[in-house]
């Protein structure tokens, strides 16, 4: 049953705390994604990896780490530094942006992360 | 930064009415996609019109796209319960831009029973 998997479904986050989402895909996928969605709004890109070992900020890294060390995984972490953390996060791949120029995102469904 | 900007924010329709959404984006684009999300999950792909194409059909989806005008239509004909959800486009840049999605801020759909 090929797809992507998030986990976990809920995630809450103590002051000072560093926490990681985790995100794992068996489509052989080689592009990865990171979206946050807050109440409301639309996707906002974090990080992003075309390719294994390689990753770039979008347009809200700070506060966030991630690593691409395998080609399944793409793991993100939310660190004390990011203040505003409360979110849905949205982990989303695709075929790889030098395999097709028309390429559509599978997302998994989704972790919410909270502060106590 | 938000590329995208639907319209309207809200919807509210009955069963059997057309539904439509629009969209707007700022730079040029490689392709313009739209996107489903029921509440509380992930993103479900659509729809993919590129940007020589003009009109693109999908059972009862229809997407328009006006490079000149920077905008997309998203039709939803004879809309349903179950069509109820927030729908998204997103839009990719030509190289040497950035080849991941932005999103625009969405438009919820409320289809009355």
């Known amino acids: 049953d090929g797809g992507i998997t998030q986990s976990p479904k809920y995630l809450f986050r103590k002051e000072g705390q560093n926490v990681t989402l985790s995100c794992e895909q068996n489509l052989n996928h080689d592009a990865m994604y990171w979206y946050r969605q807050d109440p409301g709004q639309g996707l906002r890109l974090i990080y992003y990896?075309?390719?294994?070992?390689?990753?770039q900020k979008g347009d809200i890294a700070e506060g966030y780490s991630v690593s691409r060390e395998k080609k399944e995984s793409f793991p993100l972490t939310v660190t004390s530094a990011q203040k505003n953390p409360t979110a849905f996060y949205l982990c989303?791949?695709?075929?790889?942006?030098?395999?097709?120029?028309?390429?559509?995102?599978?997302f998994g469904s989704g972790t919410q992360l909270s502060v106590l | 930064s938000q590329q995208g900007e639907e319209d309207p924010q809200a919807l509210s329709i009955q069963e059997g009415e057309n539904a439509t959404m629009n969209c707007s984006y700022k730079t040029s684009i490689n392709n313009l996609q739209w996107y489903r999300q029921n509440s509380g999950r992930g993103l479900v792909h659509l729809i993919l019109i590129r940007s020589n194409e003009r009109e693109k059909h999908s059972g009862r989806l229809r997407v328009t796209l006006d490079t000149s005008k920077k905008s997309s239509s998203l039709l939803i004909t004879a809309s349903r319960a179950a069509d109820t959800a927030s729908y998204f486009c997103a839009t990719v840049r030509p190289p040497p831009g950035r080849r991941a999605l932005t999103f625009g801020s969405g438009t919820r759909l409320q289809v009355q029973p």
């Open positions: 990896s075309q390719i294994v070992n390689d990753f």
């Open positions: 989303a791949s695709s075929t790889g942006v030098h395999k097709a120029t028309n390429e559509k995102l599978f």
